[in-house]
């Protein structure tokens, strides 16, 4: 089964800061990389699909990069109400795995 | 789009089982697949499985062994997660989720609202 490591695991940034989480996969996976958004007590929100496609209605702020195993979510401009735990989940083939998740707060 | 709604939480004695739904409103339930991901107290999301409604064709999660059953009732539109001998570790909120279409395998694009199982005696 394929592996998905996020880094960091926690991080604090100043409202405006560009902030980045990588995610790399054990194996390659081509383009099939997701990320999710889940603020505190709630469901799990997709923000980005085949790796850079930005789903529909998610602040442009939101971006996404990468291909194979190293992959990226970068927010150019922090705002307040991006707290939340962020996760990547390959979709290359079965069984599909998310990373551990980054826990990102304000400063 | 699907919206999907979930049974209410429940509490289990550990080695019983646990039946949880996932009612799908909106568009032709039979276009979508769905997937499973649980979330322990303070964990990260763990993918359990998934059905194709269609085809009744479902995938698991090696972990789960025979532990885990998923059926579709069209009729109805509802998708059943079947957890059996519980332990505390089961313990989790559940999700249900509608895959992205396209391609054999997806992202996950629209969300049940969860469906907290408590495992405890």
């Known amino acids: 089964d394929i592996q998905m490591t996020q880094s960091p695991s926690s991080l604090s940034a100043s409202v405006g800061d560009r902030v980045t989480i990588t995610c790399q996969a054990s194996q390659d996976i081509g383009k099939y990389l997701s990320w999710y958004q889940q603020k505190p007590g709630k469901v799990p929100n997709l923000l980005i699909y085949?790796?850079?496609t930005l789903e529909t209605g998610v602040p442009s702020r939101f971006s996404g990069s990468g291909s194979g195993t190293h992959f990226s979510l970068t927010i150019s401009s922090l705002q307040p109400e991006d707290v939340a735990t962020y996760y990547c989940h390959h979709y290359n083939h079965l069984p599909p795995a998310f990373g551990q998740g980054t826990k990102l707060l304000i400063k | 789009q699907v919206q999907l709604m979930q049974s209410g939480a429940a509490v289990k004695k550990p080695g019983s089982s646990v039946r949880v739904s996932c009612k799908a409103s909106?568009?032709?339930?039979?276009?979508?697949?769905v997937a499973w991901v649980r979330q322990a107290p303070g964990q990260g999301l763990e993918w359990m499985g998934r059905i194709s409604p269609v085809i009744e064709a479902s995938n698991f999660a090696p972990k789960f062994g025979g532990r885990l059953t998923i059926t579709a009732d069209s009729h109805t539109k509802t998708i059943f997660l079947e957890l059996s001998s519980l332990t505390s570790e089961d313990t989790a909120i559940y999700y249900c989720a509608t895959e992205g279409k396209g391609r054999f395998l997806q992202y996950l694009l629209a969300w049940g609202q969860g469906t907290l199982v408590t495992v405890s005696s």
């Open positions: 085949d790796a850079s």
């Open positions: 909106g568009e032709t339930f039979n276009n979508y697949i």
